[in-house]
């Protein structure tokens, strides 16, 4: 008589094992990426249109919220719910697009992509409210002054300035996604709207 | 005559970072900007500004957006209106229609072929009696019509079967 068939115990081991194992996936702590398909409707134009602004590039944009999202599924149990979903989304888009924008490849993508956003592209966008032709020309000067002194900002500058202005993050929120401190983000704020009056002063002064 | 406002306190203002409505420092800015039209017209054009770039990358933002969302399901009415699309599918077409055609083409030759048996069968044929023709022609001539021996040969050659018989 063969042990397997007539020990009751070896016969019932499988069925253990996938009890525990069922048992230990069940145990496991839910987290809110579970259902992503949830997370990704609420959170996918947020994530885009902040790693547009930063890279002004729409197919790295959406490259890099597709890596986004999928990075955040496979690290999702490590998602210890202590800042919010978007926070923690948006941290992983900055690094990302820190990792993607240090390489050489970017560079000189950025210089030869058809997808490159212009600022003539953008301007198209500005909200009309009836305003005369004079003063869609005056905004669309305005606009393009601001998105060349925001090209010039550091990385870091650039990266705080779009996540306060853009995203309307506060300094809190924006201290919780890059991981400085609230001083370091004010002193970067100050910075970059130094480098924004300068540029905006200039035209002024160039006139008068 | 009052100082303008610091950097700090610009920015202050524009981050919407000034201090409580109830303190005296904020009151002391909000009456400072009253009364000095340079500060107030450069805070106000430091605000127009970033809200235009806000509102501009944010509607620019949502339209392409949308426009990968469309991209990435292709709907049958967009399918439809590429030429691309309709030049593949005219080319398929013809390739597909090419070898019905040649099939088709292919059991009429037999036919053709054997109406032109006919006329072309006995060509070989005319071709062969000519060819005996020229054969004959040039063949030696025959042993009846071979010109008569030299007789005085046929004397020398003649005791020779004599003395055979004998």
Request: aromatic content about 8%.
């Given at each position: 008589m063969e042990p397997s068939n007539g020990d009751p115990v070896a016969a019932t081991m499988p069925a253990q094992a996938i009890s525990d194992v069922l048992t230990a996936t069940d145990q496991a702590p839910a987290t809110p990426f579970d259902d992503l398909g949830s997370v990704v409707s609420l959170y996918e134009q947020r994530v885009f249109r902040f790693l547009l602004a930063s890279t002004r590039d729409r197919d790295i944009a959406q490259t890099l919220t597709q890596e986004t999202f999928l990075r955040a599924w496979t690290h999702?149990?490590?998602?210890?719910?202590?800042?919010?979903i978007s926070t923690w989304l948006m941290r992983i888009a900055l690094n990302l697009l820190r990792d993607h924008t240090r390489t050489q490849r970017f560079r000189f993508w950025k210089r030869v992509s058809a997808a490159a956003v212009d600022v003539s592209d953008v301007s198209e966008?500005?909200?009309?409210?009836?305003?005369s032709p004079e003063d869609r020309l005056a905004a669309k000067q305005q606009l393009a002054l601001i998105w060349d002194a925001v090209a010039q900002l550091s990385q870091r500058q650039r990266t705080i300035f779009l996540l306060r202005f853009?995203?309307?993050?506060d300094l809190s929120e924006i201290a919780a996604t890059t991981g400085l401190p609230i001083s370091t983000v004010k002193s970067h704020l100050y910075r970059a709207l130094a480098i924004i009056r300068a540029r905006h002063n200039s035209p002024l002064k160039d006139t008068l | 005559m009052n100082p303008h406002l610091t950097h700090e306190q610009l920015c202050d203002m524009v981050l919407a970072?000034?201090?409580?409505?109830?303190?005296s420092d904020f009151a002391a800015l909000q009456h400072h900007l009253s009364s000095c039209p340079a500060c107030s017209a450069e805070l106000a054009s430091l605000r127009a500004s970033i809200t235009l770039l806000r509102e501009a990358s944010t509607s620019y933002s949502q339209q392409q957006f949308t426009r990968l969302r469309s991209d990435n399901i292709p709907t049958l009415s967009k399918t439809l209106i590429q030429p691309i699309y309709w030049a593949a599918a005219a080319v398929l077409c013809i390739a597909a229609a090419l070898p019905l055609t040649l099939h088709r083409q292919n059991p009429s030759t037999p036919v053709s072929s054997a109406s032109t048996i006919k006329p072309t069968t006995p060509s070989p044929s005319d071709e062969a009696l000519l060819e005996e023709i020229n054969q004959e022609l040039s063949a030696p001539i025959p042993s009846p019509m071979q010109p008569l021996a030299d007789p005085t040969a046929s004397s020398a050659t003649t005791p020779s079967t004599s003395s055979q018989r004998n």
């Open positions: 999702r149990t490590s998602f210890r719910e202590d800042c919010s966008h500005i909200p009309n409210y009836d305003s853009v995203e309307e993050l | 970072r000034s201090p409580h409505p109830l303190s």
